[in-house]
């Protein structure tokens, strides 16, 4: 009888601590869920996360054939080790659960969604069928649940896309390189069939400023260079620096070393190899050409030639990639800025009109914009927890709580996936790569998944 009363005793003591949902099992999310655990001040933190698998654009956004930055995952994934972090997979807020119900039932929400969507051109033919955004390109070929299946045109011989990151350079890199080197990654096979069946042989790389400028980074910039069967194709009149130019070498370490490596490239004699990326400096584009698809890209000088009057050029295309940067989508129930594609708020809470949403927060990339690496969420993440932990002491209880929600979910058959299930789809998709004899394969369709966890469930 005293071990019941006791049982009983520490059950409403533990019921009464306090409680935090975060939506968004991404970098972001997944650092701040550190933060909130390493801090001891809540008894249980729920993760909600859209799709079945966790690590965002750790697993959808990484190239799959850069394995090493994707085992970041291992890191992220060490809260879920606490009994006190519960991972709701497949689980999206607006369509299975409200905001107004997070919070009635949390005395924490934190929003860390990241960004999906794709800054646009503004210029005229970018609807035309063929001209696609990067991070949808980039969905369809990590396998994102709920990416489009894209169809590479028929005609495929010239690709441009748009763009001077590390983004621009992936999308290159994977339409340039020989399919049969992404069958050991963990593209979906689909893909990677799409991508073999290419009649692809030119990529050309538009940006609208000069090296200098650019956002490439090193690994990536230099893996390039080292494609086999890929020339890469550099006008030198581009590589002409100004004093501004130098100016940006002498106080940023990155931009000496891509004028370093590009110049080199610049001075290779083409090996006559099958495909070739083009590098377009000092270029934007004006148009997008063509009456029912992509059938190519005006592009005109943003510097005038020392000798010559700048005049637009026609790049052959049959397919356009924007990748000019990523935009953030409305949460329903929350304020939004969309100029920047951003959730408005001040050291993470959430403000509207002025006025702090008390106890709601954003981190990550909807907190500040698409902006640095990885890594980078990490000290935002940080700052965002400091937020949290503050106002902690001042936040009104909840009405409900984390079992109520639950319990709501089950209600609605909502088919909510937990860590366990994630490890069944993990060792599942491992299961599929080992013929290959790499990395796991990427399931990239709902209807699988919950087939594959069912059938592992049992």
Do not use: C
């Amino acid at each position: 009888m005293a071990q019941i009363w006791l049982y009983g005793l520490m059950e409403e003591e533990h019921a009464m601590g306090r409680t935090a949902a975060i939506v968004g099992a991404g970098p972001a999310g997944l650092y701040l869920l550190a933060n909130l655990l390493e801090a001891d001040a809540f008894r249980q933190v729920d993760v909600f996360e859209a799709v079945p698998a966790p690590f965002g654009l750790v697993r959808y956004g990484v190239a799959p054939d850069h394995p090493k930055t994707r085992t970041i995952s291992k890191v992220l994934a060490a809260g879920f080790e606490y009994t006190d972090a519960h991972y709701f997979g497949n689980v999206m807020v607006g369509r299975d659960v409200s905001l107004e119900e997070l919070r009635r039932n949390y005395d924490v929400v934190a929003f860390s969604t990241g960004m999906r969507g794709d800054r646009s051109l503004g210029i005229p033919g970018e609807d035309l069928p063929g001209s696609i955004g990067a991070s949808e390109l980039v969905a369809w070929y990590t396998g994102h649940p709920d990416a489009p299946k894209v169809s590479l045109p028929e005609n495929l011989q010239s690709a441009v896309v748009i763009g001077a990151g590390n983004v621009a350079l992936d999308v290159a890199r994977i339409l340039a390189r020989d399919p049969e080197d992404l069958v050991t990654t963990s593209m979906p096979r689909p893909v990677v069939d799409t991508l073999k069946a290419s009649t692809i042989t030119d990529v050309h790389v538009v940006a609208r400023r000069g090296p200098a400028q650019a956002k490439f980074s090193s690994p990536e910039l230099r893996e390039i260079g080292k494609l086999d069967g890929v020339d890469v194709v550099i006008d030198p009149d581009d590589l002409v620096l100004s004093h501004d130019d130098e100016a940006e070498i002498e106080s940023r370490r990155q931009a000496k070393t891509t004028v370093k490596v590009i110049g080199e490239w610049s001075e290779r004699s083409p090996s006559n190899a099958e495909r070739r990326i083009h590098f377009h400096f000092w270029r934007r584009p004006a148009r997008i050409l063509g009456v029912t698809t992509v059938d190519g890209v005006e592009v005109e000088p943003t510097r005038e030639p020392a000798s010559t009057p700048a005049r637009p050029t026609t790049l052959p295309a049959q397919m356009v990639v924007r990748a000019i940067g990523y935009r953030g989508a409305p949460v329903p129930g929350l304020p939004f800025d969309d100029a920047s594609g951003t959730i408005p708020s001040d050291d993470g809470r959430v403000v509207d009109q002025g006025r702090p949403v008390a106890g709601v927060y954003v981190t990550g990339w909807l907190r500040r914009g698409p902006t640095g690496v990885i890594g980078t969420n990490r000290p935002d993440a940080g700052q965002v927890a400091a937020s949290i932990l503050g106002d902690l002491p001042d936040l009104a209880e909840p009405e409900g709580s984390p079992e109520e929600l639950a319990a709501l979910l089950n209600e609605r058959d909502a088919h909510r996936l937990t860590w366990e299930d994630w490890h069944r789809l993990e060792s599942y998709e491992a299961e599929l790569g080992r013929p290959h004899g790499g990395d796991p394969i990427v399931v990239d369709d709902l209807e699988t998944v919950l087939r594959v966890i069912a059938a592992t469930s049992e």
